[in-house]
């Protein structure tokens, strides 16, 4: 808020820290860096949760042939996908926050009425990021923009917020 407790009138296109919803109330949005570091901090313990399951698997399977190794990059895929949806989508869905964005103080809203995104909006923002990490070549570097996105918005929404209509709040 400003220093008179009131937040700040809209300003055009000029990005003034707040956004409005539908309902008409003032929201202060999230900053790029407490969004980064949730994300970093979510990606942390992805990659420790998917570690401990390869070599959990690993360790069960003592034949070297390629069979096991095409049978573990499949296992692998396919338990960092269900983990990842269910890490991402349930969290915000049911609390609108990740435990990294907990950790930093901020949540995901609903962008017309502010209460908790729900299931399809919280599936959809997980989805979008994903969907291009899948395209051959170039998907990373889409992947990365969608959330670089965020950083030149007037309301800082990725991509990924703009299809799903959520805004990242401060807490």
């Known amino acids: 808020m400003s220093e008179y407790s009131e937040p700040p009138s809209h300003d055009g296109n000029r990005r003034t820290g707040w956004a409005e919803l539908g309902t ?92 908790l995104p729900g299931w399809g909006k919280a599936f959809g923002r997980y989805a979008i990021p994903a969907l291009l990490a899948g395209i051959p070549v170039v998907g990373w570097i889409l992947s990365v923009l969608c959330y670089v996105s965020a950083t030149w918005d007037r309301v800082y929404q990725g991509w990924h917020d703009k299809a799903a209509g959520t805004l990242v709040v401060s807490a």
Do not use: C, N, P
Not at 56 to 74: K, P, R, T
Not at 94 to 112: D, N, P
């Open 24 to 115: 008409g109330e003032t929201v202060e949005l999230a900053r790029i860096g407490a969004r980064f570091g949730a994300r970093v901090l979510d990606t942390i313990i992805l990659a420790a949760v998917l570690i401990a399951f390869l070599l959990f698997y690993g360790s069960m399977s003592s034949a070297s042939d390629a069979s096991v190794f095409s049978a573990f990059g499949v296992a692998s895929l396919i338990v960092s996908i269900i983990f990842g949806v269910g890490y991402e989508v349930v969290q915000i869905a049911l609390w609108g926050q990740t435990l990294g964005k907990r950790m930093v103080g901020i949540s995901v809203i609903h962008a017309t009425h502010g209460g």
